[in-house]
């Protein structure tokens, strides 16, 4: 299955600043797709990403908000702006591996 | 959204089996059922898939009823690094990973 690397794993952000997040996948993968996991609640789907297209947002997520960049079928990056202290959570990156997806491991944002 | 239903905690004597039941009764035909954990906030792991039989690996078995409307993850010997939220997820090859509340299993000494 292959494998992501995920950046950073952790930070704490100032209000009103912008945060992006990057993945890096050992293999090509033609979809990648964006969670956010808010304190003690289950994983919940921003996007979901395709090299050459825009992404493509569930129901609560806009882009002005998530702007989601996916230049190659190798990477992405999520990024989270205009932050407010609801949006600490922790972010995470996954694409479809062999035995279903496989996640990065994760970014912990603190929104201060 | 999530099609799944797990009750939302067990606990279980490290040694012994820990039987973890999955509800997905509207699951499709080419649905497969999928067993995710995730220990500590870290990425979920995943541990076994199956779509009418029942399945087994070096993490554990996976047991789907006939009519597949339910399932149940069985850790045959539960350790303490086994504590962990498990999610049951249905999924085909077309539709998103959508996550549903999870069971948190706690392994106790």
């Known amino acids: 299955s292959a494998v992501i690397s995920q950046k950073p794993s952790r930070d704490i952000c100032q209000r009103g600043t912008s945060l992006t997040i990057q993945c890096q996948v050992d293999?090509?993968?033609?979809?990648m797709f964006w969670y956010r996991q808010q304190p003690g609640q289950s994983l919940t789907l921003i996007a979901t990403?395709?090299?050459?297209?825009?992404?493509?947002?569930e129901s609560g997520f806009v882009i002005d908000k998530f702007p989601i960049s996916r230049p190659n079928l190798t990477f992405s990056t999520l990024t989270v702006s205009n932050m407010s202290p609801e949006d600490s959570s922790i972010y995470l990156c996954?694409?479809?591996?062999?035995?279903?997806?496989?996640f990065g491991s994760g970014t912990r944002l603190t929104v201060v | 959204d999530a099609k799944t239903t797990q009750p939302p905690s067990m606990d279980c004597a490290e040694g012994r089996a820990a039987n973890l039941p999955c509800n997905h009764s509207?699951?499709?035909?080419?649905?497969?059922v999928y067993w995710y954990r995730q220990i500590h906030s870290q990425g979920p792991q995943y541990i076994i898939h199956?779509?009418?039989n029942n399945e087994t690996n070096e993490m554990a078995s996976l047991i789907i009823t006939e009519d597949r409307k339910s399932s149940t993850l069985i850790l045959p010997h539960a350790t303490l690094r086994d504590t962990a939220v498990y999610y049951c997820?249905?999924?085909?090859?077309?539709?998103?990973?959508?996550f549903g509340s999870g069971t948190k299993l706690n392994v106790k000494p």
């Open positions: 990403a395709n090299q050459g297209s825009e992404a493509t947002y």
């Open positions: 997820i249905s999924h085909d090859n077309f539709n998103k990973f959508y």
């Open positions: 293999s090509q993968v033609t979809m």
């Open positions: 509207t699951i499709s035909g080419n649905e497969y």
């Open positions: 199956g779509l009418k």
């Open positions: 996954s694409t479809e591996g062999r035995d279903g997806y496989t």
